[in-house]
């Protein structure tokens, strides 16, 4: 999907570690919420209460999923779900443009 229509924006923003990682929410009339951001480079750990779903749209990082070893690599066009209640881990390589869909737990 391109382009959302029909929703409600939150104004104040999400603003995470010294303002590197910042995201606006994004309301649907059906109840589904996103997350619209960007993520500089840098190294960080995000918790999770709801099962996500990371889009990313323009960008290049290495993430380490809950309960794993191994960093994967996801680039422009790639996403990834992350379990709720957990915790996953990010190096982002650079400026990554990125959607954030929370899903049912």
């Known amino acids: 999907m391109e382009q ?5 924006i939150v104004k104040k923003a999400n ?3 010294d303002g590197k990682v910042t ?3 994004v309301l649907f009339n059906n109840g ?3 997350t ?9 750990e ?8 990371m889009e990313i749209i323009e ?3 290495e993430v380490q999923l809950p309960e794993s070893s191994e960093w ?3 680039k422009s066009g790639d996403s990834f779900e992350v379990a709720a209640n957990s915790k996953f881990k990010l190096i982002v390589k650079e400026t990554t443009d990125y959607c954030c869909s929370y899903l049912d737990k």
């Open 46 to 53: 995000f918790g999770t209460s709801d099962k996500e779903l």
């Open 23 to 25: 995201s606006r929410t």
């Open 36 to 44: 619209l951001g960007i993520m500089l480079p840098g190294e960080y």
């Open 59 to 61: 960008g290049n990082l």
């Open 4 to 8: 959302f229509e029909k929703v409600t």
């Open 72 to 74: 994967c690599t996801f």
């Open 32 to 34: 589904e919420k996103k």
């Open 15 to 17: 603003v995470y570690f």
